[in-house]
């Protein structure tokens, strides 16, 4: 019976901690939105961020781009040869990259190499009481620091989603009309015919900047919490790139059933 009650109230409070982490992040969001008069005063603190996020995660994106495109181009061609419309794999193409995996494959990326780098950024400037200095100076940590670096993600993230795809479909071309022999005519008219702007490419921005808002808040939020201790913000850092994952698939899932069903 006493296993039974240890096994009740260690559930309950996993749920209780679940629920206080859930209203944080609300209100750390909130409390960003509120702010953010500070990005039409100072725009370059955002500028400096949107550089700062997206220049340093342009050669990664680029690189994964290209390879994602080379094996679409390739898996595209196999598949589409079975039903004689190898002339479609441009539009295969586009509409992977700019319904799927341009906006899931970015964000993934995103959140690995510029959500840990603002988690361990915020992080050790909590555990150097940086930001604790800022308040006695009567500095807003929340709007000088929090506020620039949420909205830079805000920014940068579609940008690096539109990379992602442009660069993919050069990489699917180059497979498919370079290597294999595709018309070159047939492979951008049929992209250009198949791929609706509203429908699929605005779709595609909009879920970029969902899961740029998403990713972006996950990793400023387990920073603004971690433990002041290096294993605190180790593991602040692990949980940016676990959540954010996460969050990601879900809201992809969630959103293409709302989009395309």
């Not at 940086?130 to 500095?139: D, F, R, S, T």
């Not at 969902?210 to 201790?229: D, S």
């Not at 698939?249 to 069903?261: N, Y």
């Amino acid at each position: 019976m006493n296993a039974l009650f240890s096994i009740v109230a260690a559930f309950g409070h996993a749920i209780l901690r679940s629920f206080y982490a859930l209203g944080a992040f609300t209100r750390l969001l909130f409390a960003l939105l509120r702010r953010s008069g500070i990005v039409f005063k100072r725009p370059r603190l955002v500028s400096q961020q949107v550089h700062f996020i997206g220049n340093y995660s342009l050669l990664i994106i680029g690189v994964s781009g290209l390879f994602v495109g080379f094996v679409l181009g390739l898996q595209g061609y196999y598949t589409l040869t079975r039903y004689g419309s190898e002339e479609a794999l441009g539009l295969l193409v586009a509409l992977s990259l700019t319904r799927e995996l341009g906006p899931v494959v970015t964000a993934l990326l995103f959140a690995g190499r510029a959500g840990t780098s603002l988690t361990a950024e915020i992080g050790l400037m909590k555990a150097g009481e940086q930001l604790a200095a800022m308040e006695v100076m009567a500095v807003d940590p929340v709007r000088r620091v929090l506020v620039p670096r949420f909205w830079g993600g805000v920014i940068a993230m579609p940008i690096l989603a539109a990379v992602f795809s442009a660069v993919g479909v050069l990489g699917g071309w180059i497979v498919g009309v370079l290597l294999i022999g595709i018309d070159p005519g047939a492979f951008w008219s049929q992209m250009q015919d198949g791929v609706d702007v509203i429908n699929d490419v605005l779709n595609g921005v909009i879920k970029s900047i969902v899961f740029g808002v998403v990713v972006t808040l996950i990793a400023l939020y387990t920073g603004w919490t971690a433990r002041p201790t290096p294993e605190g913000v180790s593991r602040a850092t692990t949980m940016t790139v676990v959540s954010g994952s996460l969050a990601v698939l879900g809201l992809d899932f969630l959103m293409t059933a709302l989009m395309f069903s």
